[in-house]
């Protein structure tokens, strides 16, 4: 199995500048996005599941234009799960699992800690923290 990480900076950003051409020729199994900073709800059906992808995203950042994550996969998706289930942590969009069978997939975008103190104990909280069992799709 193929699996790709990329942090894109911008989903839609990364679309205009080409990653649907270079994901239909790479044709990687599974390919985990971070900074995606969009909510899908806003995303066309093409982009959204692009070259016969299925995605599966992290609910979007309270924040607009902040932080999230994608998870595209073109093999088959047992289960998955937006979020570590730690409210806290699940508003910046951070975290999508999801369970390819043989493989349990993490997708994470690690905080940031250079915006202080405050900043460097919620990144050392978020290292710490561990999710909770798949509860549901979502």
């Known amino acids: ?11 839609r950003a990364a679309v205009r500048k080409g990653m ?5 020729a790479a044709r990687p199994d599974v390919l985990c996005l971070q900074e995606t900073k969009v909510d899908p709800v806003v995303l066309a059906s093409e982009i959204l599941r692009p070259c016969g992808y299925e995605s599966y995203w992290a609910v979007p950042a309270e924040k607009k234009g ?4 994608a998870t595209l996969a073109r093999v088959p998706v047992q289960a998955w ?21 043989s493989v349990e997939l993490y997708n994470v975008y690690f905080p ?11 990144k050392l909280e978020f290292y710490a923290s561990e999710p909770r069992e798949y509860s549901s799709t979502r």
């Open 20 to 24: 649907l051409g270079w994901l239909d």
């Open 1 to 11: 199995m193929r699996l790709y990480s990329w942090n894109v900076n911008g989903y």
């Open 81 to 101: 799960q937006a979020g570590f289930g730690v409210e806290r942590f699940d508003v910046e969009g951070r975290v999508v699992f999801t369970d390819l069978g």
């Open 112 to 122: 940031n800690s250079g915006r202080g103190p405050e900043r460097l104990a919620y």
């Open 66 to 69: 902040y932080n999230g994550v």
